[in-house]
């Protein structure tokens, strides 16, 4: 009887062991189908919402230019500043920064300007030649030419 018992334990040990893989085997392809399908759903949702954002930015950085480029275009057709360029690269020109001519155009300028770039929320303002020389700064630590 004895190996009978053993034989009818190791039939039944062969048995519980062929249906648990039986159960199991289906069980972990659905789990790995199951994971596989939503790792991509989640990624294409992060890749989706990802760009969303990137083209968010990408408005709010082109309404930023635009807006500065607004600025510049309304003070590019202003007479005070027209004329006040005109002189400022005449000094340019000659090289002729401590005269009272340049001293008194940046006297005349740096008020206006200064009001303006507190309105705007800027921190500085620039005016430079089309040659590429500075002007004029409202901040006086800045070097000019």
Do not use: C, W
Not at 61 to 77: F, G, M, Q
Not at 87 to 93: C, H, P, T
Request: glycine share 4%; no cysteine.
């Amino acid at each position: 009887m004895k190996t009978l018992q053993i034989g009818n334990r190791r039939i039944a040990a062969r048995l519980l062991g062929s249906f648990i893989l039986v159960a199991l085997i289906p069980l972990l392809i659905i789990i790995s189908l199951t994971y596989f399908i939503s790792e991509q759903a989640l990624r294409e949702a992060i890749t989706t919402r990802l760009g969303q954002i990137a083209d968010s930015k990408v408005n709010a950085i082109e309404a930023y230019a635009r807006e500065r480029k607004n600025d510049v275009a309304i003070l590019s057709v202003n007479p005070v500043i027209m004329r006040s360029i005109e002189d400022l690269l005449s000094a340019v020109e000659r090289q002729d920064f401590n005269t009272a001519g340049y001293r008194e155009v940046e006297q005349e300028l740096s008020p206006f300007l200064r009001d303006y770039i507190e309105r705007a929320g800027y921190d500085d303002m620039f005016l430079i030649s089309a040659d590429g020389y500075l002007l004029h700064s409202v901040n006086p630590l800045v070097e000019r030419a």
